[in-house]
């Protein structure tokens, strides 16, 4: 299976990239660490010359919308992983940032994340939003909030792809990949 | 009525009617529980006005948005409409993301310090 939903282009057109990997069986990696892991990149980022967020935007904005895109980001890998590896690249690709978390995850967990992703892509997001937090409000026992990608797109802009392979040997599990794109690289 | 750790402080000021949140907010979903409890005992006194002060929370992960949007419907439902949520223009998320309240309690006042 090779599947993408979304916005996702080859990875190999990235180019020069920031790479994180992350080895939580090995290594845990506590939930603040998912903070940390965005933070290192956007103060990495934001600071070069080359990236703004619109003609207007400030360092600080920059700064926030890749910590916030990339927390989400790193945040889901986290809580969803099934062993294995997260990896986190950076890089730019045509006006965009490029955000890229990889992870594996169980095949069953990305039966359920299908549909949403689907729905994600084809839907109004900020109409999704509003339905998705009425929903939560109604059942307050909901384990997840269901907004990180939302928010992604509705207070920041960014398009969002999935990746989705299943390599041989690797059993139940898949390699989910989720490219989120900035529009804050200035030419 | 207060919760904390190292990171983020959330209590409620009975004089001022005012819930103040400060720090750095990015807990998994299920550690935003006390938090959502202060509110319900904050929603449970049903005061005539309230307010939100922002102007020290440097960060809210997407559960926390949660929890904030759905305290605002809670606010609705009760029919607690005079509320202000004060916040700034200098922390940039909340430029992004706290004028959604407005579509889940329409009545919100939203004061951004640093706007013109």
């Known amino acids: 299976m090779d599947e993408r939903i979304g916005d996702y282009p080859d990875l190999d057109q990235l180019g020069a990239e920031v790479s994180v990997e992350l080895f939580p069986e090995s290594f845990t990696v506590r939930w603040d660490l998912c903070g940390a892991t965005a933070d290192f990149f956007a103060s ?14 400030t360092q600080a904005e920059v700064e926030n919308a890749i910590s916030y895109v990339l927390n989400e980001a790193v945040e889901n890998a986290v809580k969803f992983q099934a062993g ?5 690249k950076v890089g730019m690709y045509e006006d965009s940032l490029v955000f890229v978390v990889s992870n594996w995850i169980m095949g069953s967990a990305a039966d359920v994340l299908r549909p949403r ?9 900020h109409e999704l939003l509003l339905a998705r937090v009425e929903a939560n409000a109604a059942n307050p026992e909901a384990g997840v909030s269901g907004l990180g990608f939302l928010t992604m797109i509705t207070d920041y802009d960014a398009r969002l792809g999935w990746r989705i392979l299943a390599p041989d040997g690797a059993g139940d599990r898949v390699h989910f990949h989720t490219m989120a794109r900035l529009p804050i690289f200035r030419t | 009525m207060e919760v904390r750790d190292a990171t983020y402080r959330v209590w409620f000021d009975e004089s001022s009617s005012t819930v103040f949140f400060e720090g ?10 006390p938090i959502s409890e202060i509110l319900g005992e904050v929603l449970a006194k049903n005061l005539p006005v309230l ?7 440097n960060f809210l992960n997407s559960s926390g948005i949660n929890t904030l949007y759905k305290f605002a419907i809670a606010l609705r439902k009760q029919g607690i409409t005079v509320v202000t949520v004060r916040g700034t223009t200098v922390i ?11 579509k889940f309690l329409p009545t919100i006042t939203i004061e951004m310090q640093g706007d013109e």
């Open chain 1, 44 to 57: 990495y980022f934001s600071q070069m010359p080359s990236c703004g967020a619109d003609d207007d935007a």
């Open chain 1, 84 to 88: 294995g590896t997260i990896t986190v």
């Open chain 2, 24 to 33: 750095s907010l990015r807990l998994g979903t299920a550690d935003y529980r």
């Open chain 2, 51 to 57: 307010t939100l002060h922002m102007l020290e929370l």
């Open chain 1, 117 to 125: 992703l689907h729905e994600l892509i084809e839907g109004d997001a």
């Open chain 2, 92 to 102: 940039a998320w909340q430029t992004k993301s706290l004028a959604n309240l407005k």
